[in-house]
């Protein structure tokens, strides 16, 4: 079996183009997206793993509730999108969906690098939609890929 290294899930180019997409998207909101990438998800469903990194993570603690996690488990081809209250309210379930069924689509496919970036740019445009930047908010996390097992 071989063994999955932090650094073997993208090559620099694509951690880049994903990075790249972070920052875009967050650039004129107040909201926060973050990427988290593993290899196996452990639970069936990954919106329950999702859920614990969300609050792993204390996205949960932005003032407007408007952090967006995407989590990807490559190896076992799952990944869930979890909203926060805040920006779940503006944008509801088909929104999410619809984002859902476009990252799907891109994995089908076969580009895993361009449906990340495409998915987070969505997120980010309704962030900037109904969360505008503001001053009031609170510290932007680093934009970065973060990786579990």
């Known amino acids: 079996m071989a063994i999955f290294r932090k650094k073997e899930f993208f090559t620099e180019k694509q951690k880049s183009a994903i990075v790249e997409a972070i ?6 909101t107040s909201g926060e997206i973050r990427l988290y990438v593993e290899h196996r998800c452990k639970y069936l469903d990954p919106m329950h793993r999702a859920m614990e990194v969300f609050s792993h993570l204390e996205l949960h603690k932005r003032i407007h509730r408007n952090a967006v996690l995407l989590y990807i488990a ?9 909203g ?6 503006k944008v509801g379930d088909n929104f999410w969906q619809k984002q859902a069924d ?13 449906g990340i970036a495409v998915c987070i740019l969505g997120i980010g445009t309704a962030l900037q939609q109904y969360f505008p930047h503001d001053l009031d908010q609170n510290s932007p ?9």
């Open 23 to 28: 920052r875009g998207a967050e650039r004129m």
């Open 74 to 82: 490559l190896a076992d081809k799952q990944f869930a999108i979890y």
């Open 84 to 89: 926060d209250e805040g920006i779940h309210a």
């Open 102 to 114: 476009l990252l799907k689509q891109q994995f089908r496919d076969g580009k895993i690098t361009e």
């Open 141 to 149: 996390e680093p934009d970065e890929i973060l990786y579990g097992r």
